[in-house]
């Protein structure tokens, strides 16, 4: 290049009105210069330094350094179910151990119950599994009459437990749809999600919502079962049972399906006891542990059903326990069809439930009592108290204390997701990468449970 380039501003090519930079002959003791006077960013990379490296070994503190590698995965990784981080230390493609990184969807709904109403609550509760709200609504609601020491009428008694066995069949719908995608069964994302569907338009025939439905309330439900649901839920049961029966035939003695599950994130009985994990991870391991029968409620000792149970404790078990807890529903949803009684889906308490919708538009009165029951809401006796139901993903507890005004004073959840979770560490210790993916996923964890 000429010496007539050199040290020239930039051209202007009279063509195309373009700039193009000259190259300048610029001393190195002014580039020095420049780069003292930059920030780090961009020029550090350029600039010498005589620091020491400090080598600190591997993801935690006391480890030596070794050849593992450290890498993420999520908390936006599809296959982690929701705004889970797993921080992942791997020899080669080998799971050393896995770290759960919680608290990215956290929205302090325990300490949002506090500011709400014992009438608003179940609203607030009803989003924190929101694959199962009606199990946190029932929880909820059952603390709350126990602290006023009332009794549902049988007629909700049966209709909110056929509610949790349809929330059952469709939370493990959701399982089988994602579990089969994460572990590469891409077709049963749309199966799975096919008969789900189903279960999510009778909730919205009768509820008015698909999801974070708000239905079961303290005192009974919020609106009587719809003209015609014994037809709509037996043809329902016909479906989802049809396709349990094909998802069995296309998975469980499918070789690659077996292969990636079979002898893969194995647990004990004793890792799940001193991890408190509940629900189908733990009746894998063979503890035939479900509250519906070691402790029944509503009216499951009343109807006719089997806790489903295997001995292996591995992804496959996990798999298959939710498949025919499906079936079992499935029988109790029929029963309750069968066997539901008549009379008020509500308890008829003046104090606690509002009044009818059509005496609103014919009594001032009325309107006043359902004016002032949904901005003031009802007090409740001071006391304490915990109750726990079986939810699709183990045993979820409410922890309410009462000051007796119309909040609660301290409100807990016991979410099983969060305890389930521990379970992710021991069993992709020595598994592959792979492995961990299919591990998670049969853990089947909300988040919004975990972080609340």
């Not at 009438?119 to 909820?140: C, H, I, K």
Request: charged share 25%; net charge negative.
């Amino acid at each position: 290049m000429s010496d007539k380039t050199r040290g020239e501003p930039p051209s202007t090519d009279s063509t195309s009105g373009e700039s193009t930079s000259a190259i300048k002959n610029v001393d190195p003791d002014e580039i020095e210069t420049r780069l003292e006077r930059q920030t780090d960013e961009g020029a550090q990379e350029l600039r010498t330094t005589s620091r020491e490296l400090v080598l600190t070994g591997g993801m935690w503190p006391e480890d030596e350094l070794s050849d593992t590698m450290i890498i993420n995965m999520g908390p936006q990784h599809p296959s982690t179910h929701g705004v889970l981080r797993l921080m992942m230390e791997l020899d080669s493609e080998e799971v050393v151990r896995i770290k759960p990184v919680i608290g990215y969807l956290h929205t302090g709904m325990e300490k949002t119950g506090e500011d709400l109403t014992y009438v608003q609550g179940p609203t607030n509760v009803t989003r924190m599994d929101y694959a199962a709200p009606f199990s946190n609504e029932l929880v909820y609601s059952m603390a709350v009459e126990r602290l006023l020491d009332i009794d549902v009428p049988p007629r909700a008694t049966w209709i909110r437990m056929m509610f949790q066995e349809l929330n059952r069949m469709s939370s493990h719908l959701l399982f089988q749809a994602t579990n089969g995608m994460d572990i590469g069964a891409v077709s049963m994302m749309l199966y799975g999600w096919r008969e789900r569907e189903e279960v999510l338009r009778f909730f919205e025939k009768t509820t008015g919502l698909r999801m974070n439905n708000n239905y079961i309330r303290p005192g009974g439900v919020a609106a009587d079962l719809q003209p015609g649901w014994q037809e709509d839920l037996l043809a329902l049961c016909d479906t989802v049972e049809e396709g349990v029966r094909d998802y069995d035939e296309l998975l469980s003695q499918n070789p690659i399906w077996v292969e990636r599950t079979v002898g893969v994130g194995v647990l004990t009985t004793e890792d799940c006891l001193s991890l408190s994990i509940t629900g189908p991870i733990l009746r894998s391991t063979g503890f035939a542990w479900d509250l519906r029968k070691a402790q029944p409620y509503l009216a499951y000792d009343e109807v006719d059903f089997d806790v489903i149970y295997t001995e292996n404790g591995d992804v496959f078990d996990r798999y298959r326990i939710r498949l025919y807890e499906v079936l079992e529903s499935i029988k109790i949803v029929r029963q309750c069809v069968e066997a539901m009684p008549p009379g008020d889906y509500r308890v008829q308490d003046k104090k606690i439930t509002p009044p009818p919708r059509a005496r609103i538009d014919e009594s001032m009165e009325a309107l006043i009592h359902h004016f002032k029951l949904f901005t003031e809401g009802f007090k409740v006796p001071a006391g304490e108290v915990y109750t726990s139901v079986e939810s699709p993903r183990g045993e979820i507890g409410c922890y309410i204390v009462s000051d007796g005004s119309s909040k609660p004073v301290r409100l807990h959840i016991r979410g099983p997701s969060f305890y389930n979770l521990q379970s992710a560490e021991p069993m992709a210790r020595g598994s592959l990468v792979a492995d961990a993916v299919a591990i998670v996923s049969s853990v089947d964890p909300i988040m919004g449970e975990v972080d609340r």
